[in-house]
């Protein structure tokens, strides 16, 4: 069983940033391709960044492109995935999730993914 755990969200002032982490743990967690998603309040869900299993990166919303990164880290047995938010503004302001799909495309429907309970990110002007 793959658990995926989300965790540093909270509220910041517009300008400033935060730093999200999600750690995934179960067998071959290396094979995951990860991404970050977000759904705000009244709003359909959003892809924000994605990681594949083999290194590449896709960004998703243009709105986040040099104001938020993405990277992994798998050198501990829980495999970690970071997403690096500088210059916030109030539209970042949603609730925001980490998914694993097993050898997954970025481009994929993430229908078989595993996801995460969320993280709050609040973000005043």
């Known amino acids: 069983q793959v658990q995926v755990v989300e965790s540093g969200g909270g509220l910041v002032q517009a300008g400033e940033s935060l730093n999200l982490s999600c750690t995934i743990s179960g067998r071959n967690s290396d094979d995951y391709t990860m991404g970050w998603f977000r759904r705000a309040p009244g709003k359909e869900r959003e892809g924000v960044l994605c990681?594949?299993?083999?290194?590449?990166?896709?960004?998703?919303t243009d709105s986040v492109k040099g104001r938020f990164s993405i990277s992994r880290d798998k050198a501990n047995v829980k495999n970690t995935l970071y997403l690096r938010m500088n210059s916030l503004k109030p539209e970042d302001t949603a609730m925001y999730y980490c998914?694993?799909?097993?050898?997954?495309?970025?481009?994929?429907?993430?229908?078989?993914?595993?996801w995460g309970q969320g993280t709050q990110v609040t973000v005043s002007s």
């Open positions: 998914a694993a799909d097993w050898l997954g495309e970025c481009s994929g429907s993430w229908d078989g993914a595993f």
């Open positions: 990681i594949k299993w083999s290194g590449g990166i896709t960004a998703y």
